[in-house]
């Protein structure tokens, strides 16, 4: 599930730790700090099982065969696995920061993601098992997708939409969005996905950034049982953004019938059931150059100006399908469920792009997964016998939460392998989805990338690492990754520091869409050569990466540079906590004092004794300078509609600062809340 960037603060609150720096993060760091410290240590292991690594796709031969050449290692990929109309002419053209990936070729990705495959007979090979929140299904098979997505395509050439022309999709997790997605690239013209909880006013913020011509959006979809409208928030962004031509519209809440509630503007905006389905099924794929723009993802809140993450044609579909194959360890009969939503990074690579092109059959879910009961997604993997289970820390958390009756329920032995992304994911939480969701035989893989990286960048590679929980272990093959101090100078292993990328790799964005200097500003002007991912991190003894989110995230007790994941995974692992939210407090004698927000799990009581208990808790964990100074028990944190907790805002409340935008947030109240409570936080 990717990251909602909240709403930009007022400069000096514009670092948010699950979030991103919109401005470069040098100004936020202290000039000569120590390296992050290293205090909570786990060390137990899991090797891969015979079994697994006797079948794995990946090989630690693939380590070797990139580092000999790392060019040449992604030459062979783009050989091997795309077809091309133009082969290309050179592996990488390389002009800091700015990069070019397999140059003279051309290709159409959506001919790769679909029409190859059912060229070669797999026309009726299911693409997507479709689950609607209501309990309506749909199947579509390649064949499907291939009929759908040109006609959609020759819709979108009715509507004037030519190659290079943005489209906005605003849209719910319906079969649609993907359709919507491969029409645009069959013709050459740009998506920007935005996420359906966003607003209309980041709807046209993202719109007049870009100039798209065209919304796609909907009537609405359902989420917990209720209709979400989704039209009124087109209509009111084309109404602010004056290259918006025309909007079509998917009859999803009027279930393919022009919905009674949805006003229409006659001449502006179309049904896609009228004016889709009368299109021809055939319509040509266009080739592009390699370093076509593919899409725009935009990545910041809604009050300043977004930044549109550019990613291009051959080098992401090189990326993201190669990562696919080898962390998912993807077969021809696996049955593969991504249950992140499309409008964030993970969806376009490892729902639409990645699998599509490894012509995998996938899972899409459009609802809440306690929608109707705790036991949704679990129900829908035995339905479905699922085999690949890729979703966030923050979900697996909610689920241990509500306690293993829920999966119990349920006959999950269909799943061979497990993925987390998004978040650092807290021991604890890896150990109960290995062993409730896995029943301890799975692999189980946490990817660490971004929207800006497009692919995995560090990840084990199931069959082949030794894992440890909470612990993103090593760079993937061909992908140079270090941890550097202030100066720029790798931190030895059993340290910590700031992430950095020393080379470039295929599917890397290749800059923020109309601005060049913000793109080189943001990541490559801090340590000069280097990307800066934003994130701490540290390699222990043995070289693996640990997460320690974002820097922001660091705070500085009494001179000790202490990661908040660090905290937050030591507070989880006591028994009766369910989640919790650490950010750094001003605090006169120590710099900054640890202030932990926590929730409880189902029949435990807060108390004095109990705060008392986890004080301690994480004084043994993790040292006595990490025992959080303020513990408030909240019944829920601020989190964004994408699910992450908002620790900016965490941050405001617990300085008693004003607070600022609220609107991205799923449930404005829970911060009120646990504000008029903080008084009795201190120790
Ligand atoms: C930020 C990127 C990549 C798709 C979803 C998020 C954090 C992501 C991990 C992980 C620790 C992680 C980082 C990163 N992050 N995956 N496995 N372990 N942290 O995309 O919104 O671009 O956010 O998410 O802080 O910088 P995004």
Request: charged share 20%; hydrophobic share 40%; aromatic share 10%.
């Amino acid at each position: 599930m990717a990251r909602e960037r909240g709403p930009d603060g007022p400069a000096a609150y514009n670092r948010r730790s699950n979030g991103k720096t919109e401005e470069p993060p040098v100004s936020v760091e202290p000039q000569s700090a120590p390296a992050i410290e290293n205090l909570l240590s786990e060390n137990r292991t899991f090797p891969p099982s015979a079994e697994f690594a006797a079948q794995a796709n990946a090989r630690a031969s693939l380590y070797e065969e990139a580092e000999r050449d790392f060019v040449g290692f992604w030459e062979r990929q783009a050989r091997e696995r795309i077809s091309w109309d133009t082969p290309f002419t050179t592996g990488l053209e390389w002009d800091l920061p700015f990069a070019k990936w397999f140059g003279g070729g051309t290709l159409n990705i959506t001919y790769n993601c679909v029409d190859r495959h059912v060229e070669r007979g797999l026309g009726d090979k299911i693409a997507y098992h479709w689950v609607g929140e209501p309990g309506d299904i749909r199947t579509l098979t390649y064949a499907d997708l291939m009929r759908e997505s040109s006609k959609a395509a020759n819709a979108l050439k009715a509507l004037g939409v030519r190659t290079g022309d943005r489209v906005a999709i605003y849209l719910p997790m319906i079969p649609e969005l993907p359709i919507a997605m491969l029409a645009c690239a069959r013709i050459g013209a740009p998506h920007t996905v935005v996420f359906g909880g966003f607003s209309a006013e980041a709807l046209s913020d993202r719109i007049n950034d870009c100039g798209a011509k065209l919304i796609i959006t909907a009537d609405g979809g359902w989420r917990r049982g209720k209709e979400v409208l989704l039209k009124p928030a087109a209509d009111a962004a084309a109404a602010a953004a004056p290259s918006i031509e025309n909007i079509l519209v998917v009859s999803r809440l009027g279930a393919g019938e022009p919905h009674a509630g949805t006003a229409m503007t006659a001449g502006r905006d179309h049904w896609w059931h009228e004016l889709v389905d009368g299109q021809s099924e055939t319509c040509p794929p266009v080739p592009v150059d390699s370093e076509h723009m593919l899409y725009l993802l935009y990545t910041s809140g809604t009050t300043a100006k977004p930044k549109g993450i550019l990613h291009t044609t051959a080098g992401y579909l090189v990326g993201t399908s190669f990562t696919h194959e080898m962390i998912f360890d993807i077969k021809p009969d696996d049955v593969y469920w991504c249950a992140a939503d499309i409008g964030w990074v993970t969806g376009h690579s490892y729902i639409v792009y990645g699998p599509l092109a490894n012509a995998t059959t996938g899972v899409i879910y459009e609802g809440a997964p306690d929608t109707p009961g705790w036991d949704r997604f679990w129900q829908i993997v035995e339905d479905y016998k699922v085999t690949i289970l890729y979703t966030a820390p923050t979900a697996i958390r909610a689920f241990m939460k509500q306690g293993p009756e829920f999966p119990a329920k349920h006959d999950l032995s269909s799943l061979r392998l497990l993925g987390s992304v998004g978040e650092p994911i807290n021991p604890e939480a890896w150990l109960w989805y290995q062993q409730v969701i896995g029943a301890g035989r799975t692999p189980v893989v946490d990817t660490w990338w971004q929207t800006e990286t497009g692919m995995i960048l560090i990840t084990p590679l199931p069959g082949v690492t030794t894992t440890k929980p909470g612990s993103a272990t090593f760079p993937f093959p061909g992908i140079s990754a270090d941890v550097v101090d202030t100066d720029g100078n790798s931190v030895p292993f059993g340290g910590g520091g700031y992430l950095v990328l020393k080379r470039p790799w295929p599917a890397m964005l290749r800059g923020i869409y109309g601005d060049p200097e913000r793109f080189k500003q943001t990541y490559w002007s801090r340590f000069p050569g280097m990307y800066f991912a934003g994130d701490g991190a540290k390699r222990d003894e043995e070289g693996y990466f640990w997460l320690l989110g974002r820097v922001d995230d660091v705070m500085n007790v009494a001179g000790h540079r202490m990661s908040t994941t660090e905290i937050e995974s030591a507070l989880v692992s006591h028994p009766s906590v369910a989640e919790s939210a650490v950010v750094g407090k001003n605090d006169e004698l120590t710099g900054q004092a640890v202030f932990a927000f926590v929730i409880l799990k189902a029949g435990q009581e807060p108390s004095d004794e109990l705060a008392k208990t986890l004080r301690e808790h994480v004084s043994k964990m993790i040292s006595p300078i990490a025992r959080p100074k303020f513990l408030l028990f909240v019944p829920d944190l601020p989190k964004t509609r994408s699910g992450k907790i908002m620790r900016r805002l965490l941050r405001d409340i617990a300085e008693g600062r004003n607070l600022g935008d609220t609107t991205t947030l799923a449930d404005t109240g829970v911060v009120e809340t646990i504000r008029d409570n903080t008084g009795r936080a201190e120790d």
